[in-house]
């Protein structure tokens, strides 16, 4: 398979992959990224949003 | 029956479509959807609720990336549910991931802004994440599930 690198087009087989991933009340993410000769040349990001905050409304009552 | 006190939740979500005025402004030109985007913010910015502009300071650069952000994808109108005689949510999810393509962006970033580019770009809301780089990659945005406990935007009344 080949990808974008900061060199061109390269063949993942020629470059060492590292992934990993946080899970959290927020998020899930998870990264991959293929390293040549010690340089990060490529790092891909995918974030999974959980939810947000609500904003909360209230009608007022009559004292 | 009774009555309860209560703000109606159709009024939620006619806040998320522009139904009610009570100001003078904007002028609104027709009755389409506006056009909204999305930007990264560095780490480093202060993006937060007092934000009401879009602007490019603090805004991430790098290859591949246009200041401003990019399109978010809107196919589905805001819904409004109530949960109970006196309280409801109203409710909206962008229809898609915001996906930036072949991008390099050096300086560790952890917000996204959106923002309405038909009204000025008035700032709609703020979304942190755990702080990032990408180089000559994707960094994809996957929206929360559209209902009435986690979508993206959500007006509640309890």
């Known amino acids: ?16 992959c590292k992934e990993g991933n946080v899970d959290n009340d927020c998020e899930c993410t998870d990264w991959v990224e293929y390293w040549l000769g010690g340089e990060c ?4 990001v995918h974030v999974r949003l959980k939810t947000s905050p609500a904003l909360f409304a209230e009608a007022a009552a009559f004292a | 029956m009774s009555n309860s006190q209560a703000m109606a939740t159709s009024f939620l979500g006619q806040l998320l479509t522009g139904t009610h005025n009570f100001g003078s402004s904007p002028t609104r030109a027709g009755a389409t959807a506006d056009s909204f985007k999305a930007a990264l913010f560095l780490a480093s910015g202060t993006r937060n609720a007092a934000s009401t502009t879009y602007s490019v300071t603090d805004e991430v650069s790098g290859a591949g990336y246009t200041a401003g952000g990019i399109a978010v994808t809107n196919a589905s109108a805001p819904s409004a549910t109530n ?9 909206w999810t962008p229809s898609a991931s915001l996906v930036y393509t072949t991008v390099t962006l050096a300086t560790a970033f952890d917000a996204v802004m959106i ?4 009204q000025g770009d008035k700032t709609v809301s703020v979304h942190t994440f755990g ?5 000559a990659g994707t960094f994809t945005l996957t929206m929360p599930t559209n209902d009435t406990a986690a979508a993206l935007l959500r007006l509640a009344t309890t």
């Open chain 1, 1 to 16: 398979m080949h990808i974008t690198t900061t060199k061109g087009l390269m063949d993942t087989d020629l470059l060492e």
């Open chain 1, 41 to 44: 040349v490529h790092r891909s």
């Open chain 2, 83 to 91: 949960s109970s005689a006196t309280a409801g949510v109203g409710y």
């Open chain 2, 115 to 118: 923002y309405n580019s038909t």
């Open chain 2, 131 to 135: 702080s990032q780089t990408v180089t």
